[in-house]
């Protein structure tokens, strides 16, 4: 493979273009031709379906259904919850006409749906037998992003589902934050094989409009955190100016208590990052559009003919257990030239077969993961294929939890605390819950709370800026 | 159930207000706050997504891949094909402002996306490797509508999947736009049951941009016609001003052959008009959400928790089955209100169980579609429901392929053609194929050629309008 086709430079030696090569060479992505914007090729969107098909279901076997809210929404409705469209606005797309004709009230593009959503729940529901509404939103957000863009972790728009749920209790929707915020997590650690720590975010750094904001994060090899789902409990923070309201089984009217929440394509952003290698992607096999690649290795037409015929006896009996596997049949390259091109796009596993291999029964596997070859016979090819991909997901997980483990320290002052920042560290540390010392942390290391963590201790600390007593540790790192 | 939640006006007196009525009660859809836009409730949006899984597997049968292109196109993008631009900038939506700032080259929202998505094969087509490139997007597309609106029918913004391929020659690119339009036609038949009419769109019909447009159409029972799915031939049209070009196998740089197709939930919008009834929706069992329901019929507590077991025993026997089944356990409601209820929404079958029912190990069948009844009972229950089911199935669809041939009518002389437009028929006439005969045809009773079969006969009788030998039949009604 000619150095222009594969990557060309080392993920730990410029991380940033690394990761640019990657997407764009492993043809996940493209830029659009307006800045900020880009397309999914059908390997990366493929991957966007299987990690949808794995929320989706989940959505819905715990009673969520989908729906469908248009991309237009009036500023005058958008304004209706004061703090929500000051978090907004600087970042809305305006449409002021239409063919030549100038709109009225203008029309915002959706940077989220809360405020749409609520105003036909209002007209939705009358009595608490139309409760729980629990509707979920496969669409794009678009949010014109000012700060350098980045595929898939920073675009003007984004691929996205964002759930609006209504309850009649208030222990109600605080349920439902937490078995949202749980399948996020189930389906990032079992899917994408990444571990999460999930927790609340600070006042400071909670979804505008929220009462609370629960979050899943990570810390991606560049030392930078990524927030990689969010789940919000929004009180009655909405339901009152948007008129939210039921009349409850005694005949009272009551407004209502809600949540909203939301994953992106951020996912497959840290996806990339966290697997992928100095020879490009490296995709968990549960989410992989291809899951093992069958090279045919031959010299003359006799070879091809027996080869090419194994091959894909193979492929069918592994398209029979629901496997995803692809012959590479290109007459054009060579097996080196398809051993990298595919390793760039992080399949799984390859299995090489040529004539020397038929003669003995067996084929070659080739994980992406470690690089490992070994000799499976053609009588143990089915199961040898699925334990394979399992392995390869649990090390990849495994080998991922490690990285996270390595980066997270407890600190207990601050000095250690600006040191171990410039290390692209997790920091756990005690604060004393006051926005001013998270203030002064931010402007001092560029460091935010990413979340206080669900098992935080609340020992008797004391805070790292302040010295007073803490309320409980929480976990800092510079973000993306 | 009161007249204000059921139906309130006869589909064959007010046809519009009915359909208006159903679409609101039955809970498909509303209003959202902008004109001309709507939502989809989980309701609607479920027979969306029974459609599009059945499009999507077919797609990937057939070699097709999804992918995803942003809602912004440049102005200067769009404007590189003139008449395609000249033919949608009435109704684009203009984004000018992304925040407080002025967005310099205007931002159009997606009416379509042939311009964008070609901009970008462009940069991915180089040689006949990359060849054919055959992506599909489910998305929406927005056109500022003028004219009144109407759920599905006509909105600003709709749901829909735009395909874009390309080819090496002309022939592969033609075939595509027949398997495109097959799969639409089965999709269509099978699934919702309503026959269509397949062909070519006249000059003056055609997609703005194609060489020439196939079509699907069938008239609706007011006897206007509905156009169902396009599928474009857009031969080297828009591959040249775009430059999607490729080094063939002889090294010679070629322009390549393109197609494009779509279909929308305007698909939604006719299976309710074709099937519909004066109780209000009637689904199709392939796509109603729910394809029987339960209603356990009591009076006393013991009845209640026997029957209720029963009910719930035959929903788990059914689901096994992969059917969809729904136990309506409200207590709130009477029975008689929960057959209304369940009319309205067109689940296919409803299963009446009481205690009388359980004496004699049976429950009641009654089919939605006409209303007949008949005892089922429980060692039969997984056959007979399965039976019934395909029954529905294929008697609406012999019932909309009657209404069909009953509006099809040949006519060879204009004024016989003038009356029977105004009786809301489809017309097969005779016609020169000069543009000139088909505007006089539009000025003077209001109807469009909908389609030339592509087995119209071609005989030698003489155009209905100037009287010189036909070119062809052609169909004709007004349309929506």
Redesign the interface.
């Known amino acids: 493979m000619s150095k222009e086709i594969g990557i060309t430079v080392k993920k730990n030696e410029d991380f940033s273009e690394w990761y640019t090569q990657v997407v764009i060479k492993a043809q996940l992505t493209?830029y659009?031709?307006?800045k900020g914007?880009?397309?999914?090729?059908?390997y990366g969107?493929?991957i966007?379906?299987f990690l949808k098909s794995s929320i989706d279901q989940k959505l819905k076997a715990t009673g969520h259904?989908?729906?469908?809210?248009?991309?237009?929404?009036?500023e005058s409705?958008l304004s209706k919850e004061a703090t929500h469209f000051a978090g907004f606005?600087?970042?809305?797309?305006?449409?002021?006409?239409?063919?030549?004709?100038e709109v009225g009230d203008r029309?915002a593009?959706r940077p989220t749906s809360e405020t749409?959503a609520y105003?036909?729940y209002s007209?939705?529901i009358k009595s608490w037998?139309d409760l729980p509404v629990k509707?979920n939103f496969w669409n794009?957000a678009?949010r014109?992003e000012?700060k350098s863009t980045k595929p898939f972790l920073r675009t003007?728009?984004f691929?996205w589902q964002e759930g609006h749920t209504v309850h009649a209790t208030k222990e109600e929707a605080k349920e439902e934050v937490m078995t949202i915020l749980d399948i996020y997590r189930k389906t990032v650690e079992e899917e994408l094989a990444i571990p999460v720590i999930i927790g609340k975010k600070s006042e400071k750094e909670k979804f505008v409009g929220a009462v609370y904001t629960t979050t899943m994060e990570s810390i991606m090899p560049d030392g930078k955190a990524l927030q990689m789902g969010t789940s919000h409990f929004l009180g009655q923070n909405f339901s009152k100016p948007f008129d939210v309201k039921f009349l409850d089984k005694q005949n009272v009217e009551t407004y209502a208590w809600q949540t909203s929440w939301g994953v992106s394509w951020r996912l497959i952003g840290a996806l990339i990052m966290v697997h992928g290698d100095d020879k490009g992607l490296v995709l968990p096999p549960r989410v992989a559009p291809i899951q093992a690649v069958i090279i045919p290795i031959y010299s003359s037409q006799s070879d091809k003919d027996a080869v090419l015929k194994k091959a894909n006896e193979i492929k069918d009996t592994l398209l029979k257990k629901s496997l995803r596997i692809h012959v590479d049949s290109?007459d054009?390259f060579t097996p080196g030239y398809k051993f990298n091109d595919w390793e760039m796009k992080g399949v799984p596993l390859r299995i090489e077969i040529g004539p020397k291999d038929m003669a003995k029964n067996k084929v070659v596997l080739v994980r992406r993961d470690n690089l490992k070859k070994s000799d499976l016979f053609f009588e143990n090819i089915e199961e040898g294929i699925v334990k394979a991909l399992d392995e390869i997901q649990a090390d990849l997980f495994g080998k991922a939890r490690k990285l996270l483990n390595d980066r997270i320290k407890n600190v207990a002052d601050f000095d250690r605390f600006k040191k171990e920042i410039e290390n692209g560290m997790f920091l756990i540390a005690p604060w004393c819950g006051d926005q001013k010392c998270e203030e002064t942390i931010k402007e001092d290391t560029g460091a935010d709370i990413r979340v206080i963590p669900f098992d935080a201790k609340t020992s008797n600390s004391s805070c790292i800026v302040c010295g007073t007593p803490s309320k409980s540790d929480a976990m800092f790192a510079r973000g993306y």
Do not use: C, Q
């Open positions: 493209d659009a031709p307006v914007l880009i397309v999914l090729r059908p969107y493929s966007w379906e259904e989908n729906g469908f809210l248009p991309v237009l929404i009036p409705l606005t600087p970042e809305v797309f305006w449409v002021t006409h239409s063919g030549d004709t029309l593009l749409l105003s036909m007209k939705w037998r509707i794009s678009l014109a000012i003007s728009e691929l290109r054009e």
